[in-house]
């Protein structure tokens, strides 16, 4: 018998055995992932979950990272109002107001013509936020259906009460002009 045909024998025996652990890996795996227990597991035992909140089925805010999603989320969306947050994730600014723009978002969420979006900013998407005219982070654009791009502001933490006024006038229906840039 020649050591080839030996070997081609062998072989699939080799893989038979091999399975089972592959799959005990695999399996193994998939556990981790879909642990959705209230434990976490800790050198010596496990620790409660404590306050943990469960996902909600629609997310408060839209990620979006490609000029495909974000003419998806923002351009084509049937929302009256689409609120978007350009945003860095190494700005300090940017990590001060993000619960600000959380809470916002949570404060409106009852308002189905409103959506929330939020853009950070990466080497793969520079040329979206300066196709954009996004002059630093960051930074905030209201658009209404009829009306498109209608506001952009800067979102600091000192100017995000300006920035929900002029939001609050558009979801009322109205243009509040005393607001200065």
């Not at 081609?8 to 038979?16: A, G, K, L, S």
């Not at 990272?65 to 351009?75: G, P």
């Not at 791009?149 to 006024?165: A, M, N, P, R, S």
């Amino acid at each position: 018998m020649s050591p080839s045909r030996t070997l081609t024998r062998i072989r699939p025996r080799i893989n038979q055995v091999a399975t089972p652990f592959e799959e005990m890996e695999k399996e193994e795996e998939k556990e981790k992932e879909k642990d959705d227990s209230d434990w976490t597991a800790v050198e010596g035992g496990f620790l409660p979950r404590i306050g943990r909140r469960k996902q909600q089925m629609h997310p408060l805010i839209t990620e979006v990272s490609t000029l495909e999603d974000y003419k998806a989320e923002v351009v084509d969306c049937e929302e009256q109002i689409v609120v978007v947050k350009f945003y860095s994730t190494w700005c300090r600014s940017c990590k001060a107001m993000a619960p600000l723009y959380k809470k916002l978002a949570n404060s409106l969420s009852d308002n189905p013509n409103i959506k929330f979006v939020q853009v950070p900013v990466t080497q793969h998407n520079t040329l979206l936020h300066q196709g954009l005219g996004i002059p630093s982070v960051p930074f905030g654009h209201i658009y209404h259906k009829q009306g498109g791009l209608v506001e952009e502001l800067k979102i600091k933490k000192q100017d995000f009460g300006d920035f929900k006024d002029v939001l609050q006038s558009y979801v009322d229906g109205s243009c509040n002009t005393d607001l200065a840039p």
